[in-house]
């Protein structure tokens, strides 16, 4: 158990529609990374938050939105789903950041992801 | 692009060493390496990650070169339940602000 939880573990919808997937990290992790990964490729890197701030950004799509609350949990919002846009999606949090210790690296923790089907 | 190249599969023996290289020529000065796996659709998870010197945990080895540009993770008695999708990255340390790049991977299978 990496410590970084996700849910809902499923999500069937239609195309057209929007989604929200959530992501808690680790106790004491400011850092959040969302990742797109389709049936049989790679971990797409979609976007990074530090401690509410966007702070890195990969190739995601205009419909795909994220943030990060206050209390650090953060949510990827998928609209006017495809279904192209099929996939697990991840989270990893890490300690990264300007707050983090000297001797902090960014060690990325995953939770155990949210398949995504648009039918 | 990744910043690290790796063979895309190896096959190792249960029981055996499994010695997975990566190449990371361009790699900084501030930059580790990292090495995750992945089980199935499993979420990744971390294994090891170094410098320069040469690291040991509970899980595997990783042995990085003088000039830092390849590295290779060493999993000692490899069991069939290492078989996964090995990726190695490169990261800065703490201060991380750029695109998180994972390659393909090595596919790793251990058999019986």
């Known amino acids: 158990d990496s410590g970084v939880t996700q849910t809902p573990k499923h999500l069937i919808t239609a195309t057209g529609q929007r989604v929200t997937l959530r992501c808690s990290p680790r106790?004491?992790?400011?850092?959040v990374y969302w990742y797109q990964q389709s049936l049989d490729q790679g971990l797409q890197f979609l976007i990074q938050?530090?401690?509410?701030?966007?702070?890195a950004k990969g190739n995601i799509l205009e419909r795909f939105s994220a943030q990060q609350f206050p209390d650090l949990h953060s949510e990827l919002n998928l609209s006017s789903l495809e279904l192209g846009d099929s996939a697990l999606y991840f989270c990893a949090s890490s300690v990264a950041g300007p707050l983090a210790g000297a001797t902090s690296t960014d060690t990325q923790y995953f939770g155990p992801g949210t398949r995504l089907t648009v039918l | 692009d990744a910043k690290t190249t790796q063979p895309p599969s190896m096959d190792c023996a249960e029981g055996r060493a499994a010695n997975l290289p990566c190449n990371h020529s361009?790699?900084?000065?501030?930059?580790?390496v990292y090495w995750y796996r992945q089980i199935h659709s499993q979420g990744p998870q971390y294994i090891i990650h170094g410098l320069k010197n040469n690291e040991t945990n509970e899980m595997a080895s990783l042995i990085i070169t003088e000039d830092r540009k390849s590295s290779t993770l060493i999993l000692p008695h490899a069991t069939l339940r290492d078989t996964a999708v090995y990726y190695c990255i490169v990261r800065a340390q703490k201060t991380s602000y750029d695109k998180v790049i994972f390659g393909p991977g090595t596919s790793l299978s251990v058999i019986p």
């Open positions: 361009t790699i900084s000065g501030n930059e580790y």
């Open positions: 106790s004491g992790d400011l850092s």
């Open positions: 938050y530090y401690n509410g701030e966007e702070r």
